[in-house]
């Protein structure tokens, strides 16, 4: 049977009802320490987010679908964006099915007129925008400085770090002055754990944008916006690297998880959506500037394969 706990949050004058489903058998490498299942929450905390205009880019699956969905929740008008026309239109429409105010905007935001198009295109759609969510990123090139080039490095930068202060610019003069205003930047741990990170690029870019958020904080802070990062560890979704990794290596997946997991698993796209509403949230915000890590606790032991040494 499901247990049920109740969390009083005193600050807000919220309750969150906390549902925890019993794990499969055998299903967890730490027994008895931790459920293996995302647990079910029920939130009676009114987060202010309705109607709310929020852009998130990189947004057709995985973790951008993941938090879209959490801010079509709340009630918000959601623009979506993505490089792929078919994945797009299908989150779309899942969205709107669900009942959402919902708009679409093909972009490779590292073009900087697909990217001007996209933050017009908001706008245009909505009238403003209240939310930024800079969730696109990824790699490129060898692990280690041998196996990559300087071009490689250069695309890495751009693609987590250039392309986000860009859709910054461009979303400024549209999030100036309204109440609320918020931008989140989607970085990794893996900004201050080289040991964990994909390849050393990533890394540096994912630590350079932690850096960054603090300064465009500063920077924000007379336009009314704050700007914060999110840091997800290693997320499971279908299809993503992981799951492909899971499938090909399930040995090697389930070493990595025993040592580097002590909550027997990797996280959830919609726990990093959960905490990624919250913080653009009202009731967050004297939260600025800041880098919250969402990883269950994840410990420093590289998978196989991906060690530097």
């Given at each position: 049977?499901a ?15 906390l549902?925890?489903g019993?794990?499969?058998?055998g299903?967890?490498?730490y ?6 299942s995302i ?5 009676l ?6 109607d ?6 990189g947004?057709?699956?995985?973790i ?7 801010f079509a929740a709340?009630?918000c ?7 792929s ?6 989150a779309?429409?899942t969205?709107?099915?669900g009942g959402?105010?919902?708009a679409?905007?093909?972009?490779d935001?590292?073009l ?9 295109a908001?706008?245009?759609a ?7 969510i ?10 280690r400085i041998?196996?990559s080039?300087?071009d490689?490095?250069?695309a890495?930068?751009e693609?987590?770090?250039v392309?986000t202060?860009r859709?910054?610019?461009?979303a ?5 002055g309204?109440p609320?205003?918020?931008?989140i930047?989607?970085?990794s741990i ?7 990170a ?6 540096a870019?994912?630590a350079a944008?932690?850096?960054a958020?603090e ?14 990062a ?7 979704v279908?299809?993503?690297?992981w799951?492909?990794?899971?499938r ?5 997946f ?6 580097g997991f ?5 996280g959830?796209g919609?726990e990093?959506?959960?905490v990624?509403v919250?913080?653009?949230s009202?009731?967050a915000h ?6 919250i890590p ?9 998978p196989?394969?991906r060690?530097p040494?």
């Open positions: 049977m247990r049920r706990a109740v969390i009083r949050v005193g600050c807000a004058g919220g309750i969150v009802v549902e925890v019993a794990s499969r058998a299903s967890c490498v027994p008895g320490r931790w459920q293996t647990p079910k929450v029920a939130s905390m009114n987060l202010h987010l309705k709310k205009i929020v852009l998130i880019t947004s057709s699956r995985g951008g679908l993941a938090i879209a969905k959490a709340e009630g008008r959601v623009m979506l964006s993505a490089r026309a078919s994945a797009l239109g299908e779309e429409a969205l709107r099915a959402a105010e919902v679409a905007q093909i972009a935001v590292t900087p007129d697909q990217a001007a198009r996209l933050a017009e908001t706008a245009a909505f009238g403003g925008i209240d939310i930024l800079n969730n696109v990123g990824g790699g490129r090139g060898g692990p041998a196996d080039t300087d490689d490095w250069r890495v930068f693609l987590n770090l392309q202060l859709m910054m610019r461009l400024l003069p549209h999030m100036s309204r609320g205003a918020a931008v930047n989607v970085a893996s900004g201050w754990s080289p040991q964990l994909m390849a050393g690029q990533y890394g870019a994912k944008l932690i850096y958020t300064r465009w904080a500063l920077e924000f802070v007379p336009n009314g916006i704050r700007v914060n999110v840091s997800p560890g290693s997320i499971l279908e299809g993503n690297g799951d492909r990794y899971r090909a290596s399930p040995d090697d389930d070493d990595y998880v025993r040592h002590p909550m027997g698993r990797l959830a919609e990093v959506a959960d990624i919250f913080i653009a009202l009731r004297w939260i600025n500037g800041r880098n969402v990883d269950g606790l994840e410990q420093p032991y590289a196989v394969g060690r040494f």
